[in-house]
């Protein structure tokens, strides 16, 4: 995370975790031109974060994306184009929950996760789990990088899809079940399963950012619903 950014613009991971499964809902029911409205506050707290670049790249996908046709216009496209366009609109159908839980991940610590989670009493059973759920990907995605980078120096690219597949699909199934094992062992090491009332590096607390997050959030979607039916 962005340590230059106030912490007060950051709100608590249970809030951020609690809209984007409000967020999420949309799929199953569309809510029209408020989705501008949603996408336009989740960018601008990826801004305030610190993460402009992420900002303006999510914005600007989710304008490229809203304007594509439906699926009875997918549809209407002759052979190739009809399916690509009908993969776009199931991107375009999760992207606004896709953008909710990528603010979540990026600025939400895996110690300040299961402090918000301990203060709503969730159980061990489901704390420990998401914690090394969230360790994992941040580290999975790092050791694709270091693979695809060294299959580029061998030569091996996309040229020879069956090879580059099998080089580089083997050493990730390899590494993430070395490394699901290596976060298990720190989290146990660290304590994380111990019973009992825990010392915290810092204090996670519910603030004005909070309501003010998920009352756009919930303001645009409910506005949505409404003008829907």
Known sequence: ?????????????????????L?????????G????????????????????????????????????????GAMALPG???MFVALLVVVKMFYLPFMAGKYLIQTS??????????TVHVPRAITIPFAVMFRFFPSFKEEHHHIKQAMKIRGITLKNPL?????????????????????????????????G????????KRGVVDLVYFLGVFGFVLGGWLCSR
Do not use: C
Not at 1 to 21: C, E, L, Q, R, Y
Not at 52 to 57: G, I, N, P, R, S
């Open 23 to 31: 967020v999420s809902f949309t799929v199953l029911h569309p809510i």
């Open 163 to 195: 090879r580059y597949g099998e080089y580089v699909s083997v050493p990730l199934l390899i590494l993430s079940s070395t490394i699901a094992d290596d976060i298990a062992m720190a989290a146990e090491t660290r304590g994380i399963g111990i019973e």
């Open 33 to 72: 031109l408020f989705a501008w409205g949603v996408m336009v506050w989740i960018s601008l707290f990826f801004w305030l974060r610190g993460l402009k670049k992420e900002a303006v790249q999510s914005f600007l996908v989710f304008a490229l994306l809203y304007f594509l046709p439906n699926f009875e």
């Open 109 to 118: 610590d895996v110690g300040d996760i299961i402090t918000s989670m301990d």
């Open 1 to 21: 995370m962005n340590g230059t950014v106030s912490v007060s613009f950051n709100p608590n991971p249970i809030t951020k975790f609690i809209v984007t499964m």
């Open 197 to 204: 009332e825990k010392t915290r590096f810092r204090e996670v």
């Open 80 to 82: 190739f184009l009809k």
